[in-house]
T-cell receptor, first 118, second 116 residues
Framework: AQKVTQAQTEISVVEKEDVTLDCVYETRDSTYYLFWYKQPPSGELVFLIRRNSFDEQNEISGRYSWNFQKSTSSFNFTITASQVVDSAVYFC???????????????FGQGTILTVHP | DSGVTQTPKHLITATGQRVTLRCSPR?????VYWYQQSLDQGLQFLIHYYNGEERAKGNILERFSAQQFPDLHSELNLSSLELGDSALYFC???????????????FGEGSRLTVL
C-alpha cells in the first residue's frame, strides 16, 4: 500500500522567513509520481508540481523549490522569503503507475498548515 | 479557475437523507475523479470514471454511488446520510485514462456537505 507522511502538522513563520515542508513516502511501485498541492482558505486544491520517480533533479519555480531524494523517499518543499499569501494547507501526494497495483490514484498526506504572519 | 465546476458549493441536510453532488469536468477531459476530505480521514480517493465507465474504486461506502453521463458530467449520490459523512467532496478531471500517473488532476472547488 502507498503511504505519504507529512511530518509537520502546523508551521508558523514570520514573513520573509524561509520554510521547508517535509514529505516522506512509501510505495512498492518502481515507477511513481509525486505531487504537491496547495489548499488556500477558499478551499480549492491548487496543483503546484508533479515529479516522476526517475527524475531526481531538484526544481525551482520562483520562490518555490522542491528537493526529491529517492534514497530517503523524501520530496520536500521549500518556500523562500515567505509571504502572507502563502498561508494555506499544503498536501504532498503520491501516485503509482497506471499499470501498477495503485492504479494511478492519488494518495495524499495529512497536510501541513502553514501560517505566515506579517 | 481550474475549469472544473461543482454544484452545490454548500449543502446542509439531515441524517438519513439522500443528496446528489454534480461535477462538470474541464472541456475535453474524459476522466472524472471523486475525493472526500474529512477531518478524520483527510483526503481520500473515492472513485474514477473514464468516458462513462468506472475505472477504479477507492474507499467508497456502499451507501455512495456515482456515474458519468454521456456528456461527461458526473454525479455522486450519497444516501442514508450519517453525521460522519459531513465532508468536503472534491471532483477532479484530467484528459487521461491512467489517473495521476499520466498527468496532474485539476480539482474543482468542492461541495461542502454538512449532515445534522
Amino acid at each position: 500500500a502507498q503511504k505519504v507522511t507529512q511530518a509537520q502538522t502546523e508551521i508558523s513563520v514570520v514573513e520573509k522567513e524561509d520554510v521547508t515542508l517535509d514529505c516522506v513516502y512509501e510505495t512498492r511501485d518502481s515507477t511513481y509520481y509525486l505531487f504537491w498541492y496547495k489548499q488556500p482558505p477558499s478551499g480549492e486544491l491548487v496543483f503546484l508540481i508533479r515529479r516522476n520517480s526517475f527524475d531526481e533533479q531538484n526544481e525551482i519555480s520562483g520562490r518555490y523549490s522542491w528537493n526529491f531524494q529517492k534514497s530517503t523517499s523524501s520530496f520536500n518543499f521549500t518556500i523562500t522569503a515567505s509571504q502572507v499569501v502563502d498561508s494555506a494547507v499544503y498536501f504532498c501526494a503520491l501516485s503509482g503507475d497506471a499499470g501498477g497495483t495503485s492504479y494511478g490514484k492519488l494518495t495524499f498526506g495529512q497536510g501541513t498548515i502553514l501560517t505566515v504572519h506579517p | 479557475d481550474s475549469g472544473v465546476t461543482q454544484t452545490p458549493k454548500h449543502l446542509i441536510t439531515a441524517t438519513g437523507q439522500r443528496v446528489t453532488l454534480r461535477c462538470s469536468p474541464r472541456s475535453g477531459d474524459l476522466s472524472v475523479y471523486w475525493y472526500q476530505q474529512s477531518l478524520d480521514q483527510g483526503l481520500q480517493f473515492l472513485i474514477h470514471y473514464y468516458n462513462g465507465e468506472e475505472r477504479a474504486k477507492g474507499n467508497i461506502l456502499e451507501r455512495f454511488s456515482a456515474q458519468q453521463f454521456p456528456d461527461l458530467h458526473s454525479e455522486l449520490n450519497l444516501s442514508s446520510l450519517e453525521l460522519g459523512d459531513s465532508a468536503l467532496y472534491f471532483c477532479a478531471s484530467s484528459p487521461f485514462k491512467g489517473g495521476a500517473s499520466t498527468g496532474e488532476l485539476f480539482f474543482g472547488e468542492g461541495s461542502r456537505l454538512t449532515v445534522l
